[in-house]
């Protein structure tokens, strides 16, 4: 740990979310290296006063605290693992936060081969988006050991407004993920379908839109998403592709544990066409345009 006190932390992955996550542990004044496979995030990074690594394993070298924020327990495994990973180098007693949405069988083998080396792993997925990850206002679903908490500490400190601390051992905050990824996707899903129905219906979308946000039927979702559809704008926050994964993964838990999952099936379903239409990488909300052309209703700025 440097002079200062305050520990040194890398940052894998400068998406939206991890250049915010980044932003805001710099901003909580904590020494922090980015590492990408864009050079261009990683410039973008060092030009606003951080320090820029080329590999996974130059950021760790020196690091308390290394925080992925990747997409998958692929590309969890390889930074860890992989050639050029964050093992080769991080130190004995660093602590390895994890944010990826996983399997949590995934999340618990991975955390064993961490720490039987030594290190800590923290089982810490996010929510919140962009947005409140640049604002230090994230929510993280986060489990491990007792050591692997008081070690990252500073880091979830500056990252969230929300801390959950749900268990001794990773695995636990995977679960409680894919329980809100379960419900957000179905939400996301229904939302779409609603908007979409009331356009076939020739109703007025925005007047719509005030009337359910008032209304028993409202949904985060519905209220977050449905003016991507009003302003015909699909530029991803969060994209289709998100969707198809995390259902995906839903679904092999649940025949995992024979454990009926159809409202979650359903929604899979309805973003895999999406993907398939070619919407795989535009905003989520992209679910209303699959609707709407299967069952012959007009959104704003779609062909009619």
């Not at 929510?127 to 491990?144: D, F």
Request: net charge neutral; proline share 4%; charged share 20%.
């Amino acid at each position: 740990m440097p002079q200062s006190g305050k520990p040194v932390v890398a940052v894998i992955g400068l998406g939206s979310m991890g250049f915010g996550m980044a932003t805001s542990l710099r901003r909580a004044g904590l020494a922090v290296t980015g590492c990408d496979v864009s050079a261009d995030s990683v410039a973008r990074f060092v030009a606003e006063g951080g320090k820029g690594a080329r590999t996974p394993s130059e950021a760790a070298r020196g690091a308390d605290i290394v925080v992925s924020v990747v997409v998958n327990a692929a590309q969890t495994e390889t930074i860890l693992f992989g050639k050029d990973g964050v093992a080769e180098t991080l130190a004995e007693g660093a602590v390895f936060i994890s944010s990826a949405t996983m399997d949590p069988e995934i999340a618990r083998r991975l955390a064993a081969q961490l720490e039987a080396s030594g290190r800590h792993y923290l089982d810490a997925p996010i929510s919140g988006g962009a947005q409140r990850a640049a604002q230090g206002e994230l929510t993280i679903l986060a489990s491990g050991s007792a050591a692997a908490f008081a070690g990252a500490r500073p880091a979830l400190d500056a990252m969230a407004a929300k801390l959950y601390e749900l268990g001794d051992a990773a695995g636990q905050g995977a679960a409680f993920k894919m329980i809100n990824q379960l419900l957000a996707g179905v939400h996301i899903a229904a939302a779409s379908e609603a908007i979409s129905f009331a356009a076939k219906q020739g109703l007025d979308l925005r007047k719509v839109y005030e009337v359910i946000t008032a209304s028993a039927g409202n949904s985060w979702m519905f209220e977050n998403r449905m003016p991507h559809v009003l302003d015909a704008d699909y530029a991803p926050r969060s994209a289709v592709e998100i969707f198809v994964k995390d259902l995906g993964i839903i679904q092999d838990m649940a025949r995992g544990a024979k454990f009926p999952v159809p409202m979650a099936a359903a929604a899979l379903q309805m973003f895999l066409m999406t993907a398939a239409c070619g919407m795989g990488r535009d905003d989520d909300a992209s679910v209303a345009r699959l609707y709407a052309r299967v069952g012959g209703a007009h959104l704003p700025g779609e062909p009619k």
